[in-house]
């Protein structure tokens, strides 16, 4: 891994944090939280601070950089798909199946996201880990 680049351990936490209020909010079908969610996401992501696509520039694997761009594929799209189905349920209307299938892309993503950081965390020296956020993961 090229030890020039900084990751930021607090994104990985925070974006946890994000999925599981998602997953939360879902469960009790408080969709209207959701689209300020997905915005909240997508801060959290921008490529200059989302600490995965960070990592997968760093690394010098080609299959755990090739995993991890397909995992932060999946994650745009889900948290997209998300959006769309939960923004204007008004209009969109969608049903009890598509909601529990988006219910279900969450929990799929987000289990995707933690093995992503588990990736990350287990390539890092113990040192950078010994702060809040490192023990949070």
């Known amino acids: 891994m090229d030890s020039s680049v900084q990751l930021n351990l607090e994104n990985l936490t925070k974006i946890d944090e994000k999925l599981q209020n998602l997953i939360d909010n879902l469960k009790i079908n408080k969709i209207n939280n959701i689209s ?26 080609d299959k755990t950089r090739r995993d991890l761009r397909y995992q932060m594929t999946l994650e745009i799209l889900s948290i997209a798909v998300v959006n769309y189905y939960t923004s204007s349920p008004d209009v969109l209307k969608p049903t009890h199946l598509q909601i529990q299938s988006v219910k279900n892309l969450l929990n799929f993503i987000q289990q995707n996201f933690l093995a992503a950081t588990e990736v990350i ?10 702060n809040n956020y490192g023990s949070a993961l």
């Open 121 to 130: 965390v287990s390539r890092l020296p113990p040192e950078l880990l010994q």
């Open 36 to 61: 300020q969610l997905c915005s909240e996401w997508w801060e959290l992501t921008d490529e200059d601070d989302y600490s995965v696509a960070k990592f997968e520039k760093a690394i010098k694997d």
